[in-house]
């Protein structure tokens, strides 16, 4: 049994790490990039990168102060069993991280038709929910989304596209955002399903861990092909040019029909995501 | 197979490969002068008086005030003004609010009040992460004002740049869309935009196009090496 205190208290949790650390598989990536970077300025600002992450780490601050809003991604194993309300843990957790966070956070949570900036908003925290079939336990992604990369990413339809069209739009999308979302960036695809399934595939494929390679042959070939395409564009660290436009480039499809979405969704330098194995009994296993 | 994604022999990005980066440590506020000796790619260390907002109503209430002939409740003229957002903590006695920290944010959603608001200041600088586009760049040619690039997630860093602040206008707003002026000792940045009309962004971008049609025939070659033999429509 699952009590509703202790998703409370891991997801607010989940937040300030996300905030805080940026994940191990990020700072590997940034060193090798740093390694192969030509540039002298790229090479520099990478390595101001991994100061200002480790510090942030040590002293306890953020690393950015566009914390973004709160978007957990939930999946329910079927043999768990609650105690309490699962959604309402969770907003409660946020409104917990809000009131006692140190340093404090700013407001980011914005009413799309006034413009009002709060803590608080309709349908906050942002919360996907899916099953795990016959797991005992609970999973929970925290993985806050900032304007930095989040007014870039874009979702556009096409019917029966080549690769050569999906991938040309892939670099369209990168290239738009150009200098501006933080690079190196973590680029997430979503091929296919429906419309909402696209742009959820996209944003899963971000959250995998940094070059992890792909299973399946078609889509660990796209991936590298695409890598190399977006690193010669020469956005490089921060946008002032170089080698490192990208860390990765993570790419999955689901079956769709004819018409078939394509999601691109964007990570900044830092990254942030965290995750929590709740186990039926209650024990918390972190994970990044 | 070689592998061509960009002509061959080619600097990694803005042909800075082996050239010694320039760093000027500089007091604000600067001279005309000292501003135009200022090159794309240069670091610079800056001291003094900053002035930081990130909000889209305090921008065009800047210039909406200028455009009416009203002052604004600091002056800004000549000074340095850029696109960091900072928590302010109140203090208990009602005097100045104390910045815990500080950090970038996206400059080009200002790209329309950016012009006027270099040209009616005469800002010396202006800066963020991410670049203004080329109506703000001839606008910063003809008054000499730089952009400069801070370190987006450098809020560790960047803050330690602050001593104190100085003052706080327009206070209804929240924290980071206030008009808030700190004094600041040695706070890291790059030069992308000078007074010559040199822009980082546009010289990426362009270049980013220019490579272009060679990335795409790069890729279109690998495609067809993991894919030797079409397959066949069912």
Redesign the interface.
Known sequence: MIPQSLIRSVTATLYERSLKKIPDDTRAALQQAQGSERDETGRRTISIMLDSAAVAAQRDQLVCTDVGIPVYSVKIGTRVQFEGAVRQAIVDGFADLVRNIQPPILKMITHPLTHERSFTGKDMPIVTFDVIDDADYVEIICAPKAMGSGRWEELKTFVFPSLETIEDYVLEVVMRAGSQPCPPIVVGVGIGGSFDYAARLAKQQVLRPVGERNAEPILAAMEERLLKAINAMGFGPMGTGGDSTAMAVHIDYAASHGFIPVAVALNCWINRRMGARISNAGEVEWFE | MR?K??GSNE????G????T?NTHALQLPLSDEAVRRLAV?D?VRITGNITISIG?PTHKRMLADLEAGQELPLDLRGGAFFHL???L?DAADGGLPRA????P??S?RYNAYMPGLIRRLGLRMVGG???LDATSVASMKETGCVYL?F???????L?EAIQSVVSSHWNEY???FRLVTLRVRDL?A?V?IDARGNS??EN??Q???D??PQ??E???R??EL??PSPQPSK
């Open positions: 592998e994604w960009s600097a990694g990005s803005n800075a490969i082996g050239v980066i790619g670091q889209l957002s900072s928590y903590e815990l920290y500080m950090n944010s996206t080009t992460k991410g670049g690039s370190l987006g997630g450098g809020c560790p860093l803050s929240i924290s980071q890291a790059t992308a980082l962004y990426l971008h270049r980013a196009a490579r272009l990335i795409r790069e890729l279109k690998q495609r993991a894919q």
